[in-house]
């Protein structure tokens, strides 16, 4: 299938309808059959499972438990860094945000005032910082952990679109990032503020987050705001934040400042949770 049919497609499809169908597939119990399409989703994918916890594809409940599985304790050692990659996946895009946009894919762009919920005032809070989109794929583990010490501050349900977040479609849906549906999460570090905002797609059951649990559904009711000031919520490097039932992408945002990409970074390029993101150089 050619990219422009595949874009079209997306155009039209019900893709409220078919999440929303996908979501009660993935939560239901349905014995011998879920175990059945674990098996082909394994096969298919290539998911290695013996690096989960719980290796038996048979164990699992429902599709949506296999997809959220834990990893053992030791299948992803942090890296001794500043901050380390909060996902399994591939780098999208990283770098600087330029006037204040972020790159999306070659020739597309977009505001990281968009990206945030048209909060003007907390997109200038990273004016000239630093971006990554990290791509999560099927195969992935899909839970999100804390790429350095953060206490919450503030969270932030932006309704949107359901369009798919794959390669293709970043290449040719403009402000893809900003148009779909996103919660965005905003910590204070000792690097300053760093915002990780966990974008939905077609057929993404649902975001959660350590502290709240699901965020999403319900779809198509006004921005949602949360505020976490008055609570000393501090989550550890590391630690998990959030997970995606069926797979997206995580953006992070880093204040202009100190910190440098790890010199092992490039685009497009696989990477792990746990793994060397970004440091103060030394002195």
Partial sequence: MSDRLAIALQHLAPKQA????????????????????????VQR?????????????????????????????????LATCDLICPVDGQISQFGSLRQGRLLQAKGHDYSATALLGADAALAARFDDGLFATLYLSP??????HMPCRGR????????????????????????????????VCLFDTDF???AMVLVGATIVGS????WHGQVNPPRGAPMRHWDYTDQDIVLAQGQEMGRFQLGSTVIVLLPRGELR????????GAVRMGEAMAHRPCE
């Fill in 192 to 194: 300053g503020p760093m």
């Fill in 139 to 144: 195969r992935d583990y899909h839970r999100v």
């Fill in 18 to 41: 078919l999440t929303q169908l996908a979501g009660y597939g993935a939560t239901a119990q349905g014995g011998r059959w879920t175990t059945a399409v674990i098996r082909w989703f």
């Fill in 152 to 183: 919450l501050l503030r969270m932030r349900h932006v309704p949107g679109s359901l369009y798919s977040v794959n390669p293709v479609t970043a290449r040719h849906v403009p402000g893809l990032f900003a148009r779909n549906e996103r919660v």
């Fill in 207 to 210: 975001i959660c987050t350590s």
């Fill in 45 to 77: 994918y290539g998911v290695d499972m013996a690096e989960a916890a719980q290796p038996d594809i048979a164990a699992y409940p429902s599709f949506n438990a296999f997809f959220t599985r834990a990893l053992k304790p030791d299948a992803r050692p």
């Fill in 261 to 268: 990409w790890s010199e092992n970074w490039s685009a497009p």
